[in-house]
């Protein structure tokens, strides 16, 4: 079983930067994407910026690209998302997610199989 634990939101300016960290624990992890859901309030969840866990490669939403930046260390299994530029509407809880499919299928898909229990993120003045 799959465990996804986020930490690192927070309160934060606009313009302002924040760091998110997702720990993955359990299963075979080397075929899996990870990535990182941004529900804002009153929305769907919505795949933001993804990672395959074996090589690296990545997707983006255009509404965080150029902004946020996707990572990993392998060896601690922890994937982190680099938030800068932050706005108003980037507001909202941030989920951890992970499944074994390509980065941009589990951006693009609603039912991720696993789920971490968010972070909140608030962007205000």
């Known amino acids: 079983q799959v465990q996804l634990v986020e930490s690192g939101g927070g309160l934060v300016q606009p313009g302002g930067s924040l760091r998110l960290s997702c720990a993955a624990s359990?299963?075979?992890?080397?075929?899996?994407?990870l990535g990182w859901f941004h529900q804002a309030p009153g929305k769907e969840p919505e795949g933001i910026s993804c990672?395959?866990?074996?090589?690296?490669?990545?997707h983006y939403a255009d509404s965080v690209k150029g902004r946020f930046t996707i990572s990993k260390n392998n060896s601690a299994n922890t994937v982190y998302l680099q938030m800068n530029s932050l706005k108003p509407e980037d507001t909202g809880v941030y989920y951890c997610a992970a499944q074994w499919l390509t980065a941009r299928a589990l951006c693009n898909n609603r039912r991720p199989r696993y789920w971490g229990q968010g972070t909140e993120v608030t962007v205000s003045s």
């Open positions: 359990g299963g075979p992890l080397e075929n899996y994407a």
């Open positions: 990672i395959q866990k074996s090589d690296g490669s990545t």
